[in-house]
Structures are given as C-alpha cells and as structure tokens.
C-alpha cells in the first residue's frame, strides 16, 4: 500500500467512525420511498422514534394501492384494496377494530351467491354450493389432496386434477360443457384472487404453505362511512374522522418521483435524487412496487442490484386487476342480489382462440367479437353490488390479468357498453328493467407507471429458479459495519402476507426495527 493510500484510508477511518458516533446520539437520516401503506407506516414510525424522515412519493396523493375514491352523493368505492383478510395475528385488523371502523363479513365465497348462464338462466342453488365447497377444497384445504398430487405444478393442473376427482365424487355435473365452464369459471376467480393471466403461470405451491391465509374472517370489510383511506389517516395522525380530513406531515413529499438511488457497500450515506433535488442520508426505505422494480431497477439503482435480486424481480409474477363501478342513478336490483357470476357454456373450451388467459394474447385478440361479444368479456370474473353500503347505486366488475391490463388502455365508453351488456344478458331475466347508467370510474394499476400493476403471486418460475419474497427484502448493507444502506419493504417482500395491505405494514415495521436496532449497536 502507498503511504498516501494509507493517510487516505486513515482519514476515511477517523471520519466514518466520528460520523457513526454521531449517528448513534442522533438517530441520522432516512429516506423513505413511496407514500403507499408500507412507506407511510415507515416514515411514521421513524418520525416518531426522533430520526430525520423524508417520505417521497411519486404521486400527488397518499395511499398507494389502497384507493378509496368519492363521488356523486357522498357515496365511495375502493379502486385498490378492498377487504382486510384475516382477524389472528393481521396488524390491519389489531390496529383498526378496536376502533370499531371494520365490519367483520362472510367469506369471499359467499360474493356473488348467484351464477348465470348466458341464456339467462341462472343455476340451481346445489350445483352453485358444490362449486363453493370446490373452491374450498382447492384454496383453504388442500393439504388433503397434497398428498396425490405432485406440487411442482401450476395452480391450473393442480385445479384440474382437483376439480375432476372432486365431480368423480360429488357429481358436479356429468354434462361435460358444464364441467368446462365452472373450470373456467374457477380459473377467473384464481386469475382474480392471484392478480394473474393464467393460472398455469402460477405456483400450485402458493395454494399451499407460502401464502398464509389468517385465522378469522378471511375478507372483512371496512364499515361505512370509513375506508382504507382511514387506515392511512390513522397511521399518520393517530386519530380518524367520518369525513377523513386531516392535514399531511411535513415529511411527506408528493410529487417527488425518485429517479436514482446511488450506493456503495463501502458508503456511510446514499444519494436519492428527484428531478429537483438530491438528498443524502444514513438510510433508504425502498417501498416502490415489484411492478416499479421490474421496470425501472436498472435505471433506479447505481450500482445495480445483485445477481440475485434482478432474478427474484424477474421471476416474481406481478399482475394486474381492473375494477370497474358502474353508477346507475338507482338500484334496478333488489336489495337481497349480491351479485352473479358469468359461466359460458356456450363456447368449445378446446378452441385456443376464445382462451381469454393466454399469456401471448394481442389486445387486437382480445376485442375480437364473437357473437356480438369481445373476447375480454369472458373474463369478467364478477357483476356485483360490493359496495351496497357506501355506494349503493354501483355496480362493479372485476377482470384480471392481459385483459385487465387491456382495459386500462380503453375508454370509459367502450367498457361501459360491452359491461352493461353483460349485464343485460345475465340479470335481465331476474331484472328486466336494467337502466342506463350515468357513470363509470375505473383503476389503472397496470398502466400506472407508479404501479405497473397490483399485486405479486408466485409463478412456477419462481419455484424453478428458487427466488423468494424474502430475496426482494433482502437490504443492501454495509459491507464492513452492517450499516442497513438501502432497505426494501413493501408487499411483494412479504414472505407469507405478500400481496395484502397487511404484508405491507408488518414489512415496513421490518424494515424500520433493522434500522433502530442498527443504530442501538455499541
Ligand atoms: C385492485 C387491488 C385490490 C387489492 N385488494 C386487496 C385486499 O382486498 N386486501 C388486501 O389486504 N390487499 C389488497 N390489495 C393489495 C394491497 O393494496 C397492497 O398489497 C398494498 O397496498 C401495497 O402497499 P405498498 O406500500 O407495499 O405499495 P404501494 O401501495 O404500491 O406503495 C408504493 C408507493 O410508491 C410510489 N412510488 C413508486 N415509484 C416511486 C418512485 N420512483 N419515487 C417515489 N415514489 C414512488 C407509488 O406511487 C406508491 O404510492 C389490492 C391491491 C389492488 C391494486
């Protein structure tokens, strides 16, 4: 080593470790990025524990992929996140039912009770309750089944199997159209519930003991006139109003896109630079989504990530669903309809072009009409009145995956016409008085650059190439103190809550405790 080498790695010395002393008196500096449920939850926590917090978020708004939206006479639906899932050990459930905002409800199942043909008809009520008991087997009991069935397969071959033995048993039905239909019927809810294409895309192992469904009530609701939004005023202001007004902390930056991020194993602070400013500090909270990772971590950060990382942000399926409300300006329903589920057993399931899932589908594909009808409509999963309590002029409709994806590229006319029509060829029979609606709002995660889609699902890449949430959250350290760097946090970094508002929350208190318990370090 040169001596003037050596005065330089003195002088480093002396000054990384003045400034760690310093750091440990003061709690030193975080920039937390992204104001969805995960960054919020953060940024409150260290605020609260004295460290210095900038909170950027891309957006001109709080919440992330929870969004709750207001219109006409005070009513509000949920474009983002809807349900709380789960009571036991769910830190959305601890942290809000006590304040009495929830509304513990029936299980997803018990959506849309009803189900439809496309003549009209709808279907006896004990061919519709074996289905449901179907969908149980498949999703919240399937260790019975493990046992006959290699994992290593997609959902799709696992639903298969599952889905013939259980007819072979139950007698589902013995008329082989309708044996397609409700398979196909079960793939949307898959596609729904995963956020997925296909669920040959799918880990059948996510049906299984990586994905923890929680004890309780599987899908809560949130009890008028409160919403997700309240859970966001709650995190940052300790206190909840039925109107939600409250007033941002200075922390919080909106409109703040971040451009770069610029590290080294070796740094005592990173640089995180906006179009406007750039900001050093001790420590980074990424909370951006895997959608936002998969597009941009090569531009996002210098240097780039590890081998590793890249390969769980490649491999870690990220989907997308498009929630669709359609206003009409009174219910033409009656107030006991929930809602119904198209089942086509109307078309040849062995003709490749009405698969609706495929991965490669051309959105030319997808609004290709037959008979009168674009392909995307098959894969409405649901026409229901989930909102009966805050909106209850709305009707909504949900579809996943390349289609949901499509529709984020349409307008509010063309979805609004072809939905109402499938309205008025499934309801009309039990509804013949189906009006005009006055009004459409719809999501655009997919479309949104701040999102790039909804949620994250394990594919059956996931399983072959062996990349876990847990290697998304892995944290960029420092290589000789152990320094946290840059931390990820953020549902898809969940291990077993990924995809949830809860897996977000409970990966950012992660997150945050790294941090503190760093700076405790003698
Ligand atoms: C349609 C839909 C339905 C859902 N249903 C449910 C449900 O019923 N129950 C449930 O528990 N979960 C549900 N989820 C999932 C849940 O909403 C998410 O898991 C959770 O909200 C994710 O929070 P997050 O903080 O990890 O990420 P996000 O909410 O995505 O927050 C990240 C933030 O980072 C910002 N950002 C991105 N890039 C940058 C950048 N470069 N610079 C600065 N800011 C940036 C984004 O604008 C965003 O605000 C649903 C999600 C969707 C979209």
Redesign the pocket.
């Known amino acids: 080593m040169r001596k003037l080498d050596l005065i330089g790695v003195l002088f480093t010395v002396f000054f990384t470790v003045r400034a760690e002393s310093i750091n440990r008196q003061n709690p030193g500096s975080v920039a937390v990025?992204?104001?969805?449920?995960?960054?919020l939850k953060a940024a409150s926590m260290l605020h609260a524990a004295g460290y210095n917090v900038t909170l950027?978020?891309?957006?001109d708004r709080?919440?992330?992929?929870?969004h709750t939206i207001w219109f006409g006479n005070e009513s509000y639906t949920?474009?983002?996140?809807?349900?709380?899932?789960g009571e036991r050990n769910n830190s959305?459930f601890q942290l809000m039912n006590p304040l009495g905002v929830l509304q513990p409800r029936g299980q997803l199942r018990e959506f849309g009770t009803d189900y439809g043909l496309p003549s009209g008809v709808w279907l006896q009520s004990n061919l519709t309750s074996n289905m449901r008991e179907y969908l149980n087997y498949t999703w919240f009991d399937p260790e019975d089944w493990r046992e006959e069935v290699h994992i290593n397969v997609s959902q799709g071959v696992w639903a298969r199997y599952v889905l013939e033995r259980f007819n072979r048993t139950y007698h589902i039905t013995d008329d082989p159209e309708m044996f397609e239909a409700i398979y196909d019927w079960a793939h949307r809810t898959s596609n729904a519930e995963e956020?997925a294409t296909s669920w040959f895309d799918v880990s059948g192992n996510d049906w299984g003991d990586r994905y923890i469904w929680l004890y309780g009530e599987p899908?809560v609701r949130w009890k008028p006139p409160y919403s997700y939004h309240t859970l966001a005023q709650f995190i940052l202001s300790g206190s909840i109003s039925e109107d939600g007004n409250f007033t941002l902390p200075d922390y919080i930056k909106l409109n703040?896109?971040?451009?770069s991020i610029q590290y080294s194993t070796n740094g005592q602070t990173v640089n995180v630079s906006?179009q406007d400013e750039t900001y050093s500090v001790d420590h980074v909270i990424f909370?951006?989504?895997l959608g936002?990772l998969k597009a941009?971590h090569a531009t996002?950060f210098t240097p780039p990530l590890s081998t590793r990382k890249q390969l769980a942000i490649n491999n870690i399926g990220f989907g997308s669903?498009i929630?669709i409300a359609i206003e009409f300006a009174e219910p033409w329903w009656t107030p006991t309809f929930e809602g119904l589920f198209p089942v086509w057993n109307d078309i040849d399931y062995s003709n490749e072009t009405l698969h609706y899932w495929r991965l490669d589908l051309t959105d030319a594909e997808l609004a290709t009409e037959y008979d009168g009808i674009p392909l995307w409509v098959r894969a409405i999963l649901t026409l229901f009145n989930v909102d009966s309590g805050s909106a209850p002029n709305v009707l909504r409709a949900w579809v996943a995956g390349n289609p949901a994806r499509f529709l984020d590229r349409q307008n509010s006319s063309y979805i609004q016409t072809h939905v109402v029509n499938a309205m008025r060829q499934f309801l009309s029979s039990q509804f013949p008085n189906i009006t005009e609606p006055i009004n459409l709002y719809k999501?655009n995660?997919g479309e949104d650059s701040?999102?790039g889609g909804?949620?994250s699902y394990r594919r059956v890449e996931s399983d072959a190439e062996n990349v876990w949430a847990a290697d998304l959250g892995t944290p960029i350290l420092n290589l000789a103190t152990n320094k946290p760097l840059v931390c990820f946090?953020?549902?898809?970094t969940h291990p077993h809550y990924y995809?949830?508002?809860?897996?977000?929350y409970d990966?950012?208190v992660r997150e945050v405790d790294r941090i503190v318990a760093w700076g405790k370090m003698d």
Do not use: C, M, P
């Open positions: 990025i992204g104001g969805g449920i995960a960054g950027l978020e891309a957006s709080i919440g992330g992929r929870t949920e474009l983002g996140a809807e349900w709380v899932h959305i956020s899908d703040q896109k971040v451009e906006t909370t951006g989504s936002v941009n996002l669903v929630k999501s995660w701040n999102f909804t949620y946090a953020g549902e898809a995809s949830t508002v809860h897996g977000a990966s950012a």
